[in-house]
């Protein structure tokens, strides 16, 4: 099976599951346009990230790792009439490029974009009132930080979501490493003693390959 196949799949699955939503399919479009890479969730990720908020009921919502606002705008949508969602991207232009598509799909008076390292603005951020639900998908080294101040800024029973987990695979092999192996590693290490949360990974394959998201509970 070769990754057209799961590309393939995907699709198949996405034709029966999610409707075309032009806002969605703009944003791809314009961050493609802007030289942005291709690094954003897929069609069916964004789609389970939409289901798991409104299946909690998430009102607000924390992300760290804009891009082109493409998860932005799956969350965003999510959301009821008063809810909100602060985005954080260390990318001026990435930014730039977000509240656009952001902008399109009429979602600009729930997101925020704060642009700077995300390490510096969680630190700004209070958890009153508490955030329902994170989405940890930035630079990878920063994990671990991401996940303790997503955890401060979480009502019990909020959920935090990091994405690119597995990575094919290599970071459960001990002959490879590089900084983004290793910000997952620091994490998974982390969390074997961290009694505030409880997790999981969900192993993931479709058309960006093998890949994974954590799924932590906040206890
Ligand atoms: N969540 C997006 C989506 O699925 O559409 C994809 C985000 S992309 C994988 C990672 C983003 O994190 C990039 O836009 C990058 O500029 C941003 N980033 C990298 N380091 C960062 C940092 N220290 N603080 C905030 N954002 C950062």
């Given amino acids: 099976t070769t990754i057209h196949d799961w ?5 198949y699955h996405n034709s029966f599951l999610i409707p ?4 969605i399919d703009y944003a791809i479009h314009k961050s493609k346009e802007h030289g942005l890479p291709d690094i954003s969730v897929t069609e069916a990720q964004g789609k389970l990230l939409n289901l798991l908020a409104r299946s909690l009921g998430a009102k607000r919502i924390l992300e760290v790792g804009t891009l082109g606002g ?9 959301l009821p009439e ?23 799909a009429g979602l600009t008076n729930k997101v925020t974009v704060k642009v700077g390292p995300a390490a510096e603005t969680l630190k700004t951020l209070s958890p009153n009132p508490p955030f329902d639900l994170a ?13 303790l ?3 401060r800024l979480l009502s019990k029973g909020g959920v ?3 994405d690119n987990v597995v990575r094919n695979a290599t970071v459960a092999d001990p002959g490879v490493s590089d900084e983004n192996i290793e910000g997952v590693r620091a ?14 990974t969900i192993a993931t394959v479709g058309g960006k390959g093998y890949d994974g998201f954590l799924y932590a509970l906040k206890l």
Avoid at 82 to 104: C, F, M, P, Q, R
């Fill in 7 to 11: 590309a393939r799949s995907d699709e």
């Fill in 82 to 104: 008063d809810g909100h969602l602060t985005t954080l991207e260390i990318s001026e232009a990435h930014a730039k490029v977000a509240e656009g598509n952001i902008a399109n």
């Fill in 20 to 23: 075309k939503d032009p806002a």
């Fill in 149 to 151: 101040e997503a955890k």
């Fill in 135 to 147: 989405f940890i998908d930035a630079d990878k080294s920063g994990n671990l930080t991401y996940f």
């Fill in 70 to 78: 493409y998860s932005t705008i799956w969350l965003g949508r999510a």
């Fill in 187 to 200: 994490l998974l290490e982390h969390l074997k003693a961290d009694k505030e949360v409880d997790a999981t």
């Fill in 160 to 162: 935090i979501i990091v």
